[in-house]
């Protein structure tokens, strides 16, 4: 229900009557005025010393309805490269986009001029950038345009909606996200306001765009006027809040400024929310202008509603915020937004957890469902890491699967959150599935993260495909984002819950378990909880659903005092089930499964160690005897006749005493004028017929007799003495290309064939180039061009000679 | 059918160096510095007027010379992406 409607402002502009979502002026007509606009301007709020820019094909900066609020330094021309950010005008005013867009956030009031912007008195500027080949650099120039004077950029763009791509930014564009909400608004970080996509009637999901489907950007969609989803609204879970838009034929739409100083009632899509979104932050902005771009994320999930919209989805999430796949946390309310930004306090700092990557390929059967598990700590042991609350979630995976489009992928909070990460989209075909692609969802905002994570993925064929070819998950993890105290409480949540996991006495020190005994009596006193318990938590009950509301478990408590204790069926990586206490015990530093906490008690071992079995321990390199086994990361013994060996037992490179290393194997060493037999396998006497001759010399086995060998004082011309593992002689070895007397290989030439020149140790060709400048040579002596032979015609010698 | 990638005739560029450094480095292997990349430090936007505007094939020649110099960390021809207004 909306609040009482504060009395409509008597303003002159002509298609003011017509702005339904925003008043009700006529009180016979139906008006939808939930999103509060009105209430915040009578708090004053109308978007003040705020700056927004509207990234998308220019701006109609002399439209009268914009010519007030137009400012020249938020606005840019990224396709001319100049700083006027006009439309290039044509007979179908193909470029009124951006227009249409800076209108609904900032026309002029009361200048009897069209419409009246939700941020009325705020700054509007626009960068003219779809105009031409959108690259990389041009998205990333248009994001990173004057950071610390732009607050709200509002881009209602994005990969194309057709139900089969998918695609993201770029790596600059990436790094001009990240730059922009580390660095812009000076530190504050900068505001991207997304379309969420207008894909609806080709079943595209906006999950496949990186750009909405990214933490550093607010993704809004859009909900008819009688709350019904519009034909073009796609779903997902990363969407975060909505506004009214267009819809049906038989629903009114948006009304705004258009191309060629003329208005329009006939706005639609997706692109009508995501600017409106942006003229109520500039409402929150002025009521608090020093909220981080966190900090707006965090009043949109506070303060938006489910308000009338209709979802079959609503659900409300472990944290107790109603949440849907079509609408994010529902309608935006720019009263509620303003109020509490008047009183907000910045949220703690944003821990990234890393969760571990499953590297353990799975099959996608078709017509069944595979989930994959996971039990994390959320980064319990890390204090920079540490994500107590959540906020944004992300899974990041490689799926390989001959239908892309046949897919649906979900993932299952500990708390139960269940949120969709892709749905079936019937127009994509691609084979290429998914490459390191990053789901988001904001769907378990607020909750705990540590527990229990599932991930579930659908194969539903939609037409027939073989049955040879199947879908595999490849890898997977997740990654959290949130923060290691609660974000709108001075006090943690820990210390201020009802009631703890029980802790045993004689581990706390007596101050702590005073002071945590105090916080039990005083909150005794609190309301009950009577839910439903965590299905790991023992007979005491428990003060919530979570996991972590337990006052004992079934199974093992996991975590400490300090950074809270959750319920779980078996210990995660780096514990090990302490039975007697019922709790989970870290296992030595290093192992990743152990029976004890001792260093000899591992039985597997964290990444990059190598776990020796007959020991116990994990070890960063194998001893001597043993070899480093790289797939199971193991270290194995080595052949009884070897004492060092690599890759297999029977590759030795030295050999135990009695034994001479021939080749990658250890042999019995033979006594003079014996030879070791191959069966069996043991020293002979060498036929009387070989002798201290030259020709004689040959290896005195009957089986390698090596007629080719000569045994020769030095090595001839051409040729060069070098080692030779496992021979007691040197060998002569051939000297290098174009080289016809040398010491050695590589830069150790000392005569060089017809038509090569010596120079430094090296042979380079005899021709020379006139155009050698100093940056070239620079160039050919930095990337060792004269070392390679496809490069020697590179004015080689030219540069040599130059120094 | 996946549709082709489209090369133009752009570039970005991490040189080391300085905005001064950029240019001399555009001036000497035939491109133009549109200057920096907004508001990344040390990448910059080359363009390179002898090149097919569009091309599904890859641009070669004097672009190796200057991905190899050393004042060059990194070197990236630009593709065109699809883009929608919504």
């Known amino acids: ?803 | 059918e996946p549709s082709r990638t489209v090369y133009t005739n752009h570039w970005a560029v991490r040189v080391r160096g300085g905005p001064a450094e950029a240019a001399r480095l555009a001036a000497a292997y035939g491109y133009i510095s549109l200057g920096q990349i907004g508001s990344l430090e040390n990448y910059y936007h080359f363009h390179h007027s002898r090149t097919f505007k569009r091309s599904t094939l890859s641009s070669r020649g004097p672009h190796n010379f200057l991905r190899m110099d050393p004042k060059v960390d990194w070197l990236q021809q630009q593709e065109v992406k699809r883009r929608v207004k919504r």
């Open chain 1, 1 to 803: 229900q909306a609040r009482g409607e504060p009395h409509a402002q008597p303003f002159n502009d002509p298609v003011w009557p017509n702005m339904w979502y925003l008043h009700c002026g006529d009180k016979s007509s139906r008006c939808r005025s939930e999103m509060n606009i009105l209430a915040a301007w009578q708090r004053g709020y109308t978007g003040k010393n705020v700056v927004i820019t509207i990234l998308d094909d220019g701006i109609e900066r002399n439209h009268p309805d914009l010519l007030q609020n137009y400012d020249p330094l938020a606005s840019y021309d990224v396709n001319g490269n100049d700083h006027d950010p006009t439309p290039r005008y044509d007979a179908s005013n193909e470029n009124k986009h951006g227009t249409r867009c800076a209108g609904e956030v900032a026309a002029a009031a009361n200048n009897s001029y069209c419409i009246v912007g939700i941020a009325y008195n705020a700054r509007i500027g626009g960068i003219r950038m779809l105009d031409g080949d959108v690259t990389d650099v041009v998205e990333a120039k248009s994001l990173g345009i004057r950071p610390d004077y732009i607050d709200i950029y509002s881009a209602s763009w994005g990969p194309d909606d057709d139900g089969k791509t998918v695609d993201g930014p770029g790596l600059l564009a990436k790094q001009a996200f990240e730059h922009g909400i580390k660095k812009g608004r000076r530190g504050l970080g900068s505001i991207f306001v997304w379309a969420s996509g207008n894909g609806g009637r080709e079943g595209d999901y906006c999950s496949c765009d990186g750009y909405t489907n990214s933490i550093y950007t607010i993704s809004i969609s859009s909900t008819t006027e009688n709350g019904y989803k519009p034909w073009y609204l796609e779903e997902c879970a990363s969407t975060l809040a909505t506004t009214y838009s267009s819809g049906a034929f038989y629903e009114r739409k948006i009304v705004t400024t258009d191309l060629r100083h003329r208005c329009t009632d006939g706005h639609t899509g997706t692109s009508v929310s995501a600017p409106m979104v942006a003229g109520i932050i500039a409402l929150a902005l002025e009521a608090n202008p020093l909220l981080t771009w966190r900090d707006v994320q965090h009043l949109l999930v506070k303060t938006s509603r489910p308000v009338h919209l209709r979802a079959a989805d609503w659900k409300t999430n472990g944290a107790g915020h109603k949440v849907s796949h079509l609408y994010g946390f529902g309608l935006v309310d720019a009263d509620a937004i303003v109020v509490e930004a008047k009183k907000w306090k910045t949220v703690p700092p944003q821990h990234v957890c890393v969760g571990s990557l499953d590297r353990v390929p799975k099959y996608i059967r078709p017509d069944h469902v595979l989930r994959a598990s996971t039990l994390s700590n959320a980064c319990a042991e890390h204090r920079d890491q540490h994500v107590l609350y959540l906020e944004h979630v992300v899974v990041r995976l490689s799926i390989s699967h001959p239908r892309r489009g046949d897919l649906q992928i979900s993932l299952v909070s500990p708390a139960g959150t269940r949120s969709q990460l892709l749905a079936r989209r019937v127009f994509d075909h691609s084979s290429e599935g998914f490459k390191g692609w990053e789901f988001m969802t904001v769907h378990c905002w607020g909750e705990r993260a540590a527990g229990e994570w599932t991930l579930e993925i659908h194969d539903t064929p939609t037409q027939v495909r073989n049955p040879a070819v199947q879908g595999k998950l490849k890898e997977w993890s997740l990654l959290f984002y949130g923060t290691a105290e609660h974000p709108y409480t001075a006090l943690g949540a820990p210390q201020s819950r009802g009631r703890m996991l029980e802790v045993p006495a004689s581990e706390m020190e007596p101050s702590r378990a005073a002071f945590l005994q105090s916080q039990v009596e005083v909150a005794e006193e609190e309301e009950e909880y009577t839910g439903p318990c965590h299905p790991e938590c023992g007979d005491q009950g428990c003060d919530g659903p979570n996991a972590d509301q337990c006052l004992n478990c079934i199974h093992y408590s996991l975590g400490s005092v300090k950074t809270g204790r959750m319920c779980v069926s078996s210990c995660p990586a780096g514990f090990f089930g302490d039975e007697g206490a019922r709790r989970c015990r870290r296992c030595y530093k290093g192992c990743e499964r152990c029976v004890g906490r001792g260093p000899t008690q591992c039985t597997a071992c964290k990444r990059s160690l190598y776990h020796h079995p007959e020991m116990s321990t994990c070890v960063v390199l194998c001893p001597a005897g043993f070899y480093a086994e790289e797939r199971h990361k193991r270290c194995l013994k080595c052949h009884q006749s070897c004492k060092k060996c690599v890759g297999e037992a029977d590759k030795c490179t030295a050999c135990k005493d009695g034994f001479s290393l021939a080749g990658e194997s250890c042999v019995p060493e033979c006594q003079p004028a014996m030879y070791l037999s191959r069966e069996p396998r043991r020293c002979e006497t060498c036929p009387a017929s070989t002798g201290p001759g030259e020709e004689d010399c040959a290896p005195c086995t009957p089986e390698t007799p090596a007629p080719h060998w000569r045994c020769v004082p030095a090595c001839r011309e051409g040729f060069y003495p070098a080692e030779s593992p496992g021979l007691p002689n040197k060998v002569c070895k051939r000297c290098d290309d174009h080289c016809s007397a040398c010491e050695g290989s590589s830069g150790n030439c000392l005569k060089c064939k017809e038509g090569f020149s010596l120079l430094g140790g090296s042979c380079v060709t005899n021709e020379t180039c006139t155009n050698a400048d100093k940056t070239f040579c620079e160039m050919v002596k930095s990337n060792k061009l004269c070392e390679k032979k496809l490069f020697v015609q590179f004015c080689c010698q030219t540069c040599l000679m130059a120094g």
